[in-house]
């Protein structure tokens, strides 16, 4: 499994979402968002799901904490469905038609929930079991070792355990009620910083070591 075995979608939604994150998200961010869709196609080659949507999981998981930023921060809800509506807003200016742009924002909503069922929605599982990697570390041994390095190399994780773990303590202090609340409660700082990935790099002998 190479980086070169998931092309990037070559799409008008595709270019627009990466150009977004890329404008308004620190590059910690950014990494963690593309480190967060190869893992989310990873996963899908390891689990057994077929038939996802590439485009929509390449789109909802480079925009899965656009919600975060200033620009795009919502004081009413929280980060993932100010997110999601990012996503829908985008997918609606590339000509997507209403249902599927909908999507965009459940798959972003469902990130964060503490699990998805594959059969209800697989791109949604897809991201969420890619974002527990990234960033609870949760299936560290799950993928082939030289692929994580790989990932690793081209798309460093950098500063995103101070930078992820400072917005979403902001964003639970801002609006207890939310799913941020819930990681910081289950010690998402803890995990961040414990997580394996953080360990690998070059010449590291194994993802967990």
Not at 48 to 55: A, M, N, V, W
Not at 58 to 78: P, Q, W
């Amino acid at each position: 499994m190479r980086i070169a075995d998931f092309p990037v979608p070559d799409t008008l939604a595709a270019r627009g979402a990466l150009a977004v994150a890329r404008e308004y998200q620190s590059p910690a961010f950014t990494a963690h968002a593309l480190r967060s869709w190869l893992w989310a196609e990873a996963f899908a080659r390891v689990d057994g799901i077929s038939g996802i949507d590439h485009e929509l999981l390449y789109v909802s998981a480079v925009l899965h904490d656009i919600g975060t930023v200033t620009e795009f921060d919502n004081h009413t809800i929280s980060y993932e469905h100010a997110g999601g509506h990012v996503g829908v807003a985008l997918t609606a200016g590339a000509g997507w038609a209403v249902a599927r742009r909908r999507r965009v924002l459940e798959v972003i909503v469902r990130h964060n929930w503490p699990r998805v069922d594959p059969t209800m929605d697989a791109e949604g599982y897809l991201l969420e079991t890619a974002t527990a990697l990234d960033i609870s570390g949760a299936r560290p041994d799950a993928l082939p070792e030289e692929f994580v390095r790989e990932v690793l190399d081209v798309h460093p994780r950098g500063a995103l355990a101070a930078e992820f773990g400072a917005c979403v303590v902001d964003q639970a202090a801002r609006k207890p009620d939310t799913a941020a609340r819930r990681l910081v409660d289950g010690g998402v700082a803890g995990k961040l910083a414990a997580n394996p990935l953080e360990r690998v790099g070059p010449g590291s002998a194994e993802p967990n070591s």
